[in-house]
């Protein structure tokens, strides 16, 4: 079968975009997942969090001048720091959360922040909030836990 010229030039045009095509979708596909495992803060042994240097112990860890990271262990019930000791951190400040479970999954919400994740035993919830005014904040589970998903919260100060 004869093909003309510019059907010929059609055809390779078509080529090359299925191919830019195919090459954009697979970068599409490794670049936002990329992210996303930057963005959460990986995996871990739910058996094993005192092993764990963030999560044997759970503590508020200045890590810039402005900067906070706050380790935080969501189990039935309650939250470590945040239920017995609130969560402390001074105004002005960036605050990421990082909080996984030992047993099943919960929610950890700072209520009136745009900080709401689940927990998931075996991953680490990674969040990040700014902490301006000085106030008080409710943290709660929003995910049923058990019979004592109800009493499970806590609270964050930001204090002056
Ligand atoms: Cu923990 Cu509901």
Redesign the pocket.
């Known amino acids: 079968m004869h093909i003309h010229a510019y059907e010929k030039l059609w055809l390779a045009l078509s080529i090359v975009l299925i191919l830019l095509l195919i090459g954009s979708v697979t970068y599409g596909a490794v670049g936002p997942g990329i992210a996303m495992v930057s963005d959460s803060g990986g995996q871990i042994d739910a058996t094993a969090l005192d092993e764990d240097d963030r999560f044997a112990d759970p503590r508020v860890e200045q890590v810039g001048e402005n900067s906070y990271e706050v380790y935080v262990v969501?189990f039935?019930?309650g939250f470590d720091p945040g239920t017995i000791d609130p969560i402390v951190v001074p105004e002005n400040s960036e605050v990421t959360f990082y909080i996984t479970s030992p047993d099943v999954i919960?929610?950890f919400e700072v209520v009136g922040t745009n900080a709401n994740t689940m927990v998931v035993p075996g991953e680490v919830a990674e969040i990040t909030v700014e902490a301006n005014e000085p106030r008080e904040y409710g943290i709660v589970?929003n995910?049923?836990?058990g019979a004592g998903?109800h009493d499970?919260e806590g609270t964050m100060e930001v204090v002056t």
């Open positions: 969501a039935q019930y919960h929610g589970c995910e049923y836990c998903h499970m």
